[in-house]
């Protein structure tokens, strides 16, 4: 039986994938709790186990007295002596108990204790192995569809859950039984055992998809530098590499496109723009709207804005559906990017140029010297002091004029601005109010009516006249 034992505990290891100290330990907690149950004990016990033998073993202890008051945890020295020779006022000595007189409910409570503490052990193991896995990609397969569309995945020996805000709306096809490939983003502990949480929507996704499809990725030659997503519809990743003679971009489209292909067979079609990384925001910005060509890049670094001109035939592409393409380029780049046509571009141009004109003391030499300092509207001026406006050569001595002239003529314009929107609010209320009004009028069926009699006192046109 105690061979039995010591198999079973070998087998519950290897089976459940715990440590044999752990069962050990377990066993040893349920057989001193059977124990305390049986004898009444407080801490004056033992339970060890013999690898020898497979047998676990139940010690009471007891202090040798000269005179026996509790025989519960004192032991006279004849006593003692008889179990062993060598014994003496004072010691501690171990007196074995017999396990199998434990009695049915000692032995449910060892069975209870034994069980759960299985159970928190596979759990810890089971949440130290996915906590670690965080930002990776694991493979399971459909086990359920719970009410409201969250997914239960069968990961072998943990349940995950991929919620429907982690889904691509798209894949509305998830079957039992069907294989499915997710990240990791969360694992939770709680009394119901460890919950890993996945994503197929998350941009980590995307990124780890290609790091398991590209090998340069993965050996950090190649690196991901940022993501924006879109799940199910488009994504713009940016690479970059420190070694010259390899080009980022075609080492993650591969041979034919192989390997995107990959990462687009995965997500079902999903948009892929891979964009090489660079330092100069201006080019990267260029590199992020592809495939709309790129004029000109306006840097704003204290507002972190970016002015992008693009040819009148390419603005709808540049913005993309719905406005889709700038959104994702502006996630990449992280700068807040404005898009403008190249005829609206130099129209504004023109504007500004000629309200700089308009200003006292600004002929057209300093206008120009402005326009390529930065400076290209009264409106600009006003975003500078006027020390440095007086660095400008030609207004040294008439800077504050020119600042506060520019003021003005800014304050004039945002009146005149704010008045024809109040005057374009009122004629649409008034227009509103009128169609109401008709409407009312053909629903009461007045419409179809003659007029009535005019009142007396009216108007009445000179027949003569």
Request: net charge negative; aromatic share 6%; charged share 30%.
């Amino acid at each position: 039986m105690s061979q039995d034992l010591k198999r079973i505990i070998e087998q519950i290891s290897r089976d459940k994938g715990l440590d044999k100290s752990v069962l050990i330990e377990t066993m040893q907690e349920a057989i001193g709790s059977a124990a305390k149950r049986k004898y009444g004990l407080n801490d004056n016990f033992e339970v060890t186990f013999n690898d020898d033998t497979g047998e676990f073993e139940v010690f009471r202890f007891h202090e040798v007295v000269e005179e026996v008051e509790d025989p519960k945890t004192q032991l006279s020295l004849e006593e003692a002596r008889k179990l062993d020779p060598d014994s003496s006022l004072g010691d501690e000595l171990g007196v074995k108990l017999e396990t199998k007189d434990f009695g049915r409910i000692a032995a449910q409570s060892a069975k209870q204790v034994i069980i759960q503490r299985m159970k928190d052990a596979e759990r810890k193991i089971i949440y130290d192995e996915f906590k670690d896995r965080i930002g990776k990609i694991v493979t399971g397969l459909i086990q359920r569809v719970e009410k409201g569309n969250s997914i239960i995945v069968n990961l072998g020996r943990a349940e995950a859950l991929l919620p429907v805000s982690e889904q691509i709306s798209r894949e509305s096809y998830y079957h039992r039984g069907e294989r499915i490939r997710a990240l990791v983003i969360d694992v939770r502990l709680d009394s119901r055992g460890p919950q890993v949480v996945l994503s197929r929507t998350h941009p980590d996704f995307l990124a780890a998809l290609f790091e398991a499809e590209v090998p340069e990725i993965s050996e950090g030659i190649v690196k991901i530098v940022g993501v924006a997503r879109e799940a199910g519809s488009r994504s713009k990743i940016a690479v970059s590499t420190s070694d010259g003679e390899i080009d980022p971009v075609g080492a993650c489209v591969g041979l034919r496109g192989s390997r995107v292909q990959g990462v687009v067979q995965e997500l079902k079609g999903e948009k892929i723009d891979i964009i090489p990384f660079n330092r100069d925001i201006a080019h990267y910005v260029a590199s992020s709207l592809a495939p709309a060509a790129v004029i000109r890049v306006v840097v704003d670094e204290d507002q972190r804005s970016l002015e992008v001109v693009v040819p009148d035939d390419q603005l709808s592409l540049a913005i993309g559906r719905k406005g889709q393409n700038v959104r994702l380029a502006s996630r990449l780049v992280g700068w807040r990017i404005d898009v403008k046509n190249e005829t609206k571009y130099q129209r504004s141009l023109k504007n500004g140029y000629q309200s700089l004109l308009r200003l006292p003391g600004i002929s057209e030499s300093i206008a120009e010297q402005l326009c390529d300092a930065g400076y290209g509207s009264a409106r600009e001026l006003l975003g500078i002091t006027p020390d440095q406006l007086a660095m400008v050569e030609g207004l040294e001595e008439k800077a504050e004029q020119v600042w506060n002239a520019a003021k003005e003529y800014v304050e004039n314009l945002e009146r005149e601005d704010a008045e024809e929107a109040r005057r374009e609010a009122i004629a649409k209320d008034f227009f509103s109010q009128k169609i109401e009004r008709e409407e009312a009028a053909a629903k009461a069926g007045l419409a179809e009516q003659s007029p009535g009699p005019k009142p007396e006192g009216a108007f009445k046109p000179d027949p003569d006249f």
